[in-house]
């Protein structure tokens, strides 16, 4: 089984819509990332979490939110949906006790907003 | 991401041809990782560089870390179509709070 997972993989919405998409991971890290990825802009950070209990915004939280349910689970949520948030999202993981900042990824979210 | 610079933005090579991907930092580098990213699929990790001057390798995949150019090459050897992706360098600029991303190179390896 894959040790982070994303859900829905696929999702297609209409604007205005809310929307949330959920990832788990079994690695037991402490750290979880939300990415969006976009075509020419690359990868791009939209929340991180250090612990249950952090919530941080990244470049482009704006029109997001989150919630870090437990130390397995971070879901984000798109309060109104609109087309330019047509993306690729990523989850993402890492362990704060190695010393580095090592990412483990889950297999993406492919979102249309229509 | 403007702090991050990777080159180029596209490569198209022969089967069996050597090539380069580069990735320069505007800011002093704590970490540098490579991903590899099959297309519209998640990344998967390459390597982890983290001292000046530091060289690892993966099979034909070899990363080196210039830091004082504050740069990162990446030489893939004897080009596989099993090569082919989307690859992105990732700086931990920070002190392991967390890691941008370069755009990526896209990679297209002809048989």
């Known amino acids: 089984d894959a040790d982070v997972t994303q859900t829905p993989r696929n999702r297609i919405t209409k604007t205005g819509k809310r929307i949330m998409l959920e990832c788990s991971q079994t690695?037991?890290?402490?750290?979880m990332y939300w990415y969006r990825q976009d075509p020419g802009l690359g990868l791009r950070l939209i929340y991180y979490?250090?612990?249950?209990?952090?919530?941080n915004k990244g470049e482009i939280s704006d029109g997001y939110s989150v919630s870090r349910q437990a130390q397995a689970k971070f879901s984000l949520s798109l309060e109104s949906a609109i087309p330019n948030q047509t993306a690729l999202y990523f989850c993402?993981?890492?362990?704060?006790?190695?010393?580095?900042?090592?990412?483990?990824f889950g297999p993406g979210t492919r979102l249309t907003v229509l | 991401s403007q702090e991050l610079e990777q080159s180029p933005q596209s490569l198209i090579v022969q089967e069996g041809k050597n090539l380069t991907i580069n990735c320069t930092s505007s800011?002093?580098?704590?970490?540098l990782y490579w991903y590899k990213q099959k297309y519209g699929e998640g990344l998967i990790f390459l390597m982890m560089?983290?001292?000046?001057?530091e060289e690892k390798s993966h099979e034909k995949i070899t990363a080196k870390l210039d830091e004082k150019k504050q740069q990162s090459s990446l030489h893939i050897t004897a080009s596989q179509p099993s090569h082919a992706g989307i690859y992105l360098c990732?700086?931990?600029?920070?002190?392991?709070?967390?890691?941008?991303f370069g755009i990526g190179t896209k990679l297209q390896v002809i048989p």
């Open positions: 993402a993981t890492s362990d704060s006790g190695t010393g580095n900042n090592e990412q483990f």
């Open positions: 979490s250090f612990d249950v209990k952090d919530i």
């Open positions: 560089l983290q001292k000046g001057g």
């Open positions: 800011k002093t580098l704590y970490g």
């Open positions: 990732g700086a931990d600029t920070g002190g392991y709070q967390k890691v941008t």
């Open positions: 690695k037991g890290h402490d750290r």
